[in-house]
């Protein structure tokens, strides 16, 4: 159950990641998106980014409190959660009934899926397992209710529970993910994702090193979940988030070894991995200007940008620089209700934002910085995503501001 909006052709062989920045900067300048250097230079200068990059950028929470028997099977973890990385778009109900957020959720349902493996017969996480796992499991594991409570048709005062609402949409489109991605699998004969993505980092288009365009090219190829792409009123987008996501986070689980246990790609280079919290964040940061966009993208953030806002969003954290305490929060109120086009343009927007950004912080003449913030022009597009991801829920007034919302798509 991948997407229904039209789909483009795939990008021409070895050209995929350049597909990705050169349909995202089309689309963006097509909806009339502007990122102004001013911009850029007032957020890599700010003492927002300049106090909490290097502390909030190398926070990839990837390692896992978790025994896996070997290095494949870690490896098939981080595919399959990576595989389930979206659900942005039901933050709010998840929150309500769970306390806690997208990733957050995947993450524990992915570790109770391994470790109801580790502890049962048949492994869960197998090619074979992930088409056994139910919408009534999934959403038993993930501990949310899928029934909607409504009044009889004809017996008054009666009450009746059916499937649906957000969360039966949701457990919906886990399962339907598990299960069509197990069924690929299977039929080309791998025992299960983690096998597969091994395969995938083995392909070099040119050289020795592992090369991100061709692993990247054989995930989305085979996985129909991994295939994040659309025609926006016939001009193609590829945007890969879970896809370029999972192979980052390789690079940062086994590349640090001085013998990796599987080829790794350099993703020093990798678009960023666009979801709703990136392009949200970088309209609420003054860096994505919606002012004279097109379709209908000028009003959906009607608060953010002002001077302000972003005076007091660019200064230091409020009260002190520690991040906010982890404890159960209100649910967040929920932002701004998409279109699937819309969301594909403000994405698109984002990857091309920090292209742009890092271009600038390369290019920016470091005689004219202080010593202590020359380090800028070393940023990269992977460590400006998850200083961008995590910088939002680090800061109690980053938190609070709107992400926009798209349901019903399976890709981020
Ligand atoms: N661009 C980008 N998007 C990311 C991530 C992650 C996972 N981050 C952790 C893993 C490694 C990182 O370093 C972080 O420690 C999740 N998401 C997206 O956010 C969405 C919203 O989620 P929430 O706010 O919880 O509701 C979620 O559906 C998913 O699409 C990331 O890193 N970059």
């Given at each position: ?8 052709e ?12 050169e ?14 250097p001013?911009a ?17 950028s ?25 595989l389930?990385?979206f ?19 995947i ?13 049962g ?18 959403a038993?594991i ?17 009450t ?15 399962s339907?993910?598990?299960?069509e991605?197990g069924?690929?699998?299977q ?15 083995k ?25 994040d792409?659309a ?5 193609a987008?590829?945007?890969?988030k879970?896809?370029?996501f999972?192979?980052h986070a ?15 790609p350099?993703?020093?280079?990798a ?8 392009p949200?964040?970088?309209v609420?940061?003054g ?48 932002g701004?209700?998409l ?6 343009i ?6 091309d ?7 600038f912080?390369?290019?920016?003449d ?22 961008l ?5 680090d ?14 798509t399976?890709?981020?």
């Amino acid at each position: 159950m991948a997407s229904t909006v039209p789909v483009p052709e795939f990008p021409p062989s070895g050209h995929y990641v350049a597909a990705v920045k050169e349909s995202c900067s089309a689309l963006r300048q097509k909806a009339n998106i502007s990122v102004k250097p001013e911009a850029i230079r007032r957020l890599l200068l700010s003492p927002a980014f300049l106090n909490s990059f290097k502390r909030v950028s190398v926070s990839h929470g990837l390692a896992f409190p978790l025994k896996f028997p070997t290095l494949l099977s870690e490896l098939n973890f981080l595919s399959i959660l990576s595989l389930l990385n979206f659900a942005s778009g039901y933050r709010v109900p998840l929150h309500e009934q769970t306390g806690r957020g997208a990733w957050d959720n995947i993450r524990a349902f992915t570790f109770s899926l391994f470790i109801s493996s580790a502890t049962g017969s048949g492994s869960l996480l197998s090619a074979a397992g992930m088409q056994t796992i139910s919408e009534q499991q999934v959403a038993e594991i993930m501990g949310v209710s899928v029934h909607i409570e409504r009044p009889h048709e004809t017996i008054p005062g009666v009450t009746v529970g059916e499937l649906s609402g957000p969360m039966f949409e949701l457990v919906r489109r886990i399962s339907a993910t598990l299960k069509e991605t197990g069924e690929v699998l299977q039929q080309a004969g791998y025992p299960d994702l983690g096998s597969f993505v091994a395969e995938c980092l083995k392909e070099r288009s040119s050289g020795t090193s592992a090369s991100l365009d061709a692993t990247l090219e054989k995930l989305v190829r085979a996985i129909p979940a991994f295939r994040d792409m659309a025609l926006i009123d016939g001009q193609a987008v590829y945007c890969f988030k879970k896809a370029l996501f999972l192979i980052h986070a390789v690079t940062i689980r086994f590349g640090a070894s001085a013998s990796p246990p599987f080829p790794i790609p350099d993703t020093s280079q990798a678009p960023v991995f666009t979801d709703n919290v990136l392009p949200s964040l970088l309209v609420h940061l003054g860096v994505l200007d919606l002012s004279e966009a097109s379709y209908t993208l000028s009003t959906v953030f009607p608060d953010a940008g002002s001077e302000e806002k972003l005076s007091t969003l660019l200064a230091a954290p409020p009260s002190s620089d520690t991040p906010a305490p982890n404890t159960k929060k209100a649910p967040p109120k929920g932002g701004p209700i998409l279109t699937s086009d819309q969301a594909y343009i403000l994405r698109a927007a984002a990857v091309d934002a920090c292209e742009l950004i890092v271009k600038f912080a390369r290019e920016v003449d470091i005689s004219t910085l202080d010593d202590d913030v020359k380090w800028i022009k070393d940023i990269t597009l992977p460590d400006l995503d998850i200083w961008l991801w995590a910088v939002a829920k680090d800061r109690p007034d980053y938190r609070k501001l709107e992400r926009f919302v798209l349901q019903h798509t399976v890709f981020f």
